[in-house]
């Protein structure tokens, strides 16, 4: 069955920057924005773009990511002729081994591209916060006569060491590509969003796949492949709100970036909606003591303190007399009367007992501030304290940030 385009998404990533939060599932299936999963975005994007195939690669903690994506139905992705299929690694008669880099994932489904007979195919990462047509990235590509076409963005130039870095010519057309350069000759980083001709990546895949000597993956390996052989390489420049949800500090700062209109981060612009899937929850409960201001809150909560500029997911419970403030609650977070909890992240399930403080100000702790980190299921007893910037994991131990 003949596609012009399909996508595949890379989620198979352990996300160990994301330490205690990731212990059980895969990065893409972390909850954000209170009622989303970050795998939302990239999904979302498919369905708008128009693309109805989509390629969900999964290798690490896979089940709870597989569960939610389940048919695709919320995404609209559930058709008969494409829609999502999970691809976690397999053996076949020759053997099988885990995917080796994000090259050798898609490699290893060549047979599920070649199905669908696609001219074109785009690549994505399942822990990127953002909006994007892909449609018009793939009008680019076309436009552009490119075996590849590479999402670019500029970003200041004391950060561009971070990332991939492209240099480009009068026509963006890509002429030079340095991974993580000490020294950068530009500021356009690559956002690992790519567009392929297929019949070109095809090649370049198997020929990666027979060099013992690749790591197997894009920006190592084929990017710089394709470079050297003088192919036609495009970049297509976005412009709009984009972010590596990587860490966590970053996934704090995203999910602060959406209670801010001006981030650019809008979730309510019907013209480009993402798509979850829904809670099957009673509706939120504010109790008549209750103070919500800036925060975003969702069904099945229970409120009767004190939430300001949080994230609040599906089933949290604020009791009264307790605060939480400039920080994310993940589902079914609990926290106890007289407790305050502040610029913290609470893993799914955490219990906060009575007068516990977990956090604080920055303004407060000028020397070693950070962000206070709880494992999912963390249960912390009455009356504890826990500093700015400590992280503790699922037995209330603590976990030192590397």
């Known amino acids: 069955m003949k596609k012009e385009c399909i996508a595949m998404l890379l989620a198979g990533g352990q996300g160990s920057r994301l330490y205690v939060l990731t212990g059980d599932m895969a990065k893409p299936a972390v909850p954000f924005g209170g009622k989303y999963r970050i795998i939302d975005f990239p999904l979302s994007n498919c369905t708008n773009s128009g693309i109805d195939t989509v390629g969900v690669l999964t290798q690490y903690r896979p089940l709870e990511l597989n569960s939610y994506i389940g048919s695709g139905q919320p995404w609209d992705l559930d058709s008969a002729d494409g829609g999502v299929h999970i691809l976690p690694p397999y053996m076949g008669s020759k053997g099988g081994t885990w995917y080796k880099g994000t090259a050798n994932a898609i490699f290893q489904n060549i047979g599920f591209i070649d199905m669908y007979e696609p001219d074109y195919v785009v690549i994505l990462s399942g822990d990127h916060i953002y909006k994007m047509n892909y449609a018009k990235m793939v009008e680019r590509h076309k436009a552009a006569n490119a075996a590849c076409t590479i999402s670019v963005m500029e970003v200041p130039w004391e950060e561009a060491p971070r990332f991939g870095i492209m240099s480009v010519d009068g026509e963006d057309m890509i002429t030079e590509f340095a991974e993580k350069p000490k020294e950068p000759k530009s500021n356009l980083a690559s956002m690992g969003i790519y567009v392929f001709s297929w019949k070109a990546l095809r090649q370049y895949l198997i020929d990666d796949e027979n060099n013992p000597a690749s790591e197997n993956d894009f920006g190592k390996n084929v990017i710089p492949a394709m470079l050297g052989n003088h192919e036609r390489m495009a970049a297509y420049r976005f412009q709009g709100y984009w972010k590596d949800v990587g860490t966590l500090d970053s996934l704090w700062d995203a999910n602060m970036d959406m209670l801010a209109p001006e981030s650019g981060l809008d979730l309510h612009d019907r013209s480009w909606p993402i798509y979850a899937r829904s809670v099957n929850a009673a509706p939120a409960f504010l109790g008549p003591q209750s103070s919500v201001t800036h ?11 004190v939430v300001e500029n949080s ?8 009791a009264p007399g307790a605060r939480v403030s400039y920080s994310v609650l993940l589902p079914g977070a609990k926290v106890e009367a007289g407790a305050v909890v502040e610029y913290a992240i609470l893993g799914e399930g955490c219990r906060i007992g009575k007068d516990c403080r977990v956090g604080g100000k920055p303004e407060d702790f000028p020397e070693g501030w950070g962000l206070t980190v709880l494992a999912p299921n963390c249960v ?9 910037g400590v992280m503790l994991d699922c037995d209330g131990k603590e976990v030192p940030k590397k």
């Open 311 to 318: 994230v609040l997911s599906p089933n949290v419970d604020v």
């Open 380 to 388: 912390l007893p009455d009356g504890k304290n826990v500093a700015p």
């Open 295 to 305: 925060s975003a809150f969702n069904r099945g909560s229970d409120l009767e303190g």
